[in-house]
């Protein structure tokens, strides 16, 4: 007797439908939002676009940059025999693993490219008090980000969504002067980066991670989100 199978997608078309409909909705004001930030640096529109979308599919990508070396106790068992009988005898030994360090194209590449742009836009112009501010708003937000950061075993470095932007729109307006922008942007894009990352290099490999991708998981939403967020609300 032949039997017809019946087989049932896992999403139905009209749900289907219904999170392409949301997906291209999502893209397009995630788009708008991160060409309006750009766009207020002083960045071209058409170079604006092709930085979103540079950092949209560099967020896939991580270019090794280091390698560290751990060693981690580890229990082991071994067979002693006596009288012709064995025993499972339990010791500890030291395993050797190794960490790649990344850096994500889009999560750090990206924002950190625009904003040494506008570092170099403030020294051609010999804004010269702008760049003194900028590099001081810099290092509170490397302190500040260092401070809440920390280390997540077996994922990485990571850190609240809010809390960088919040420091950086807050320096922005401080320390900002004729451009609060550009000063929110540099110090909320390299704020996140000295201060989570680099500042804690040396905790990297006892993460028990296999790679730890700098501005990847757990801080793409850090560096890259903090700057575009701190230029939109200063």
Do not use: Q
């Not at 229990?75 to 499972?88: K, L, N, T, W």
């Amino acid at each position: 007797m032949n039997r017809r199978r019946l087989i049932i997608p896992p999403v139905s078309l009209p749900v289907l439908l219904v999170m392409g409909i949301l997906f291209v909705i999502i893209f397009a004001f995630f788009s708008g939002v991160v060409m309006a930030a750009f766009e207020k640096l002083g960045i071209p529109p058409d170079v604006a676009y092709a930085l979103f979308i540079f950092a949209l599919v560099g967020s896939f990508i991580n270019i090794p940059i280091a390698e560290e070396t751990s060693y981690e106790p580890v229990v082991r068992v071994r067979e002693v025999r006596f009288f012709g009988i064995a025993y499972p005898v339990p010791f500890f030994d030291w395993e050797e693993r190794r960490i790649i360090i990344a850096i994500n194209v889009g999560g750090a590449i990206v924002p950190i490219s625009v904003a040494v742009y506008e570092i170099f836009r403030m020294v051609y112009f010999g804004r010269w008090a702008l760049l003194f501010n900028t590099l001081l708003a810099v290092l509170m937000a490397s302190l500040f980000s260092h401070a809440v950061a920390r280390p997540v075993r077996g994922l990485g470095i990571a850190m609240p969504l809010f809390l960088p932007p919040l420091m950086a729109i807050l320096l922005g307006w401080l320390l900002g002067g004729s451009n609060p922008n550009a000063v929110a942007y540099i110090s909320g894009t390299l704020g996140v980066l000295i201060g989570a990352d680099l500042m804690n290099w040396s905790r990297i490999k006892n993460l028990g991670a296999p790679m730890v991708s700098i501005g990847g998981a757990g801080t793409f939403d850090g560096i890259f989100l903090a700057g575009i967020i701190a230029v939109l609300l200063v």
